[in-house]
């Protein structure tokens, strides 16, 4: 596959724009380097790159094009948008539209603020959660990414009873000693942690189905026993949904039919993005009224956006919950992601190619080894250069994932069986290329 222009593109890129990316992750620096592919124009599963060349897409922007690309209720939401003026700085009724959609599949959200992005969303219910408690620390799980503040850029101490060291540059260490990091699906380290820390403790923040590291599923009674033990500590849990809200079925991960017990798994605080914007920026975060309500005007927790709100990113998201509720959708991507994960599972046991696939629904990550995946160790404990080989060979055969041994396949709603069958002719050359 010729993808000279975009080589030429890469080296121009890197001149002006740092690295040539605008968000690491695009970069092929965990795959083994070179120049990423610049993608042209997209719609329905497809990409086409600048030399024309033709991708199924399976990245799906990280998450937010779950009804494929450019989808055409999707697009004419955003042009009426866009006729009406782009940007008010008022409010609209457009808001109050998308805002009673969100409370309607969250319960746990009795109020809902818009922001721009995932970040922005987790780090004001930290905000909020601190202004709540009047405590500082927040307890995070290993390998869980919750956007790039400063707090949650921080990595695992050597245990429970540490407290964290920065991830990146620029965050200062006094920073990190308000954050305590403990593995996911690990209810004794949080509790040696609250037993520690405790009195500190502002808020328990998990993504509460794992979309970090791979998707990874709460074990039965882990959130039940998160909420338990954070709520009798007096600290609030916080649930970034940013990947799954909306992902696995119309809703969140509190009313996900794969968990018991829903009641007991509520979240004071819910952090959103991603889907909620049908691929234009935005966040929002929601929760308990009294929590909410610490929220500047109403209370003394400042939060604010220019672009806030805004109406196209509105209205897209608005037009994406409306394919998203349809009949069957869910049900639907659900069987495509389980031919797809059968096949592939079958491809690499027949090439003699240890793969654990994690699937949730739509979505799955494909790990290489040979032991099953709970927790960020176990996720780190996988053949990055196999996926790399793959990666590259599943490229070079016009299958476009994501650059990183850690990221989902996300189905959407434009996928199809012709897809599915055209992705596993790619795998089995590749699994049978990488195994000679
Ligand atoms: N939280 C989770 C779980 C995410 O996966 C991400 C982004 O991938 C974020 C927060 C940050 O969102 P954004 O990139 O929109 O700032």
């Known amino acids: 596959m010729n993808r000279s222009t975009s080589e030429k593109l890469y080296q121009e890129a890197l001149l002006h724009i740092v690295g040539g990316v605008n968000s690491p992750s695009r970069s092929f620096k965990a795959v083994g380097g070179g120049a990423p592919v610049f993608m042209k124009r997209a719609s329905g599963s497809n990409f086409w790159d600048e030399d024309g060349n033709r991708y199924i897409d399976y990245l799906a922007a990280y998450g937010p094009i779950i009804t494929g690309h450019a989808h055409p209720h999707i697009t004419s939401a955003i042009i009426a948008a866009a006729e009406n003026g782009v940007l008010y700085g008022t409010p609209t009724q457009l808001e109050i539209t998308l805002a009673k959609m969100l409370k309607e599949a969250i319960p746990s959200m009795d109020k809902v603020r818009f922001v721009n992005s995932g970040t922005e969303a987790v780090m004001t219910t930290i905000r909020v959660a601190r202004a709540f408690t009047k405590r500082s620390k927040i307890v995070k799980f290993a390998g869980c990414y919750h956007g790039h503040s400063d707090l949650v850029l921080v990595a695992a101490g050597s245990g429970p009873s540490t407290l964290g060291i920065p991830d990146s540059a620029g965050v200062p260490k006094s920073i990190a000693q308000e954050v305590i990091t403990v593995p996911f699906n690990d209810l004794d380290s949080l509790q040696e942690a609250l037993e520690k820390w405790g009195e500190d403790v502002a808020a328990v923040m998990v993504e509460p189905i794992v979309g970090n590291f791979g998707m990874v599923m709460p074990q039965p009674g ?181 650059p990183s041994k850690y990221e989902a396949w996300f189905l959407t709603t434009a996928h199809t069986d012709a897809d599915i069958d055209a992705t596993l002719e790619a795998a089995e050359e590749s699994f049978s290329a990488m195994a000679t």
Not at 274 to 300: D, H, S, T
Not at 326 to 331: L, Q, R, S, T, W
């Open 222 to 402: 882990f959130l039940e026993g998160l909420c338990k033990l954070t709520h009798d500590n007096g600290s609030l849990v916080i649930y970034d949904e940013v990947i799954t809200a909306f992902r696995f079925h119309y809703g969140s991960t509190q009313t996900y039919a794969g968990l018991e017990n829903h009641h007991d798994i509520t979240p004071d605080l819910t952090a959103l993005g991603k889907i909620i914007g049908g691929g234009l920026p935005i966040g929002a975060y929601g929760g308990r009224k009294e929590v909410m309500e610490q929220v500047a005007p109403l209370g003394p927790a400042y939060q604010a956006g220019t672009m806030a709100g805004n109406p196209a990113s509105i209205s897209a998201g608005i037009a994406c919950l409306e394919v998203l509720r349809a009949e069957g959708v869910y049900d639907e991507m659900e069987r495509l992601a389980n031919r797809l994960a059968d096949g592939l599972q079958q491809s690499a046991d027949r090439h003699g190619i240890p793969l654990t696939i994690n699937r949730i629904r739509g979505s799955f990550s494909t790990h290489f080894c040979d032991h099953p995946i709970t927790n960020y160790e176990e996720a780190q404990d996988t053949d990055g250069e196999r996926f790399a080989s793959f990666f590259r060979h599943m490229l070079n055969r016009g299958i476009n994932l994501a």
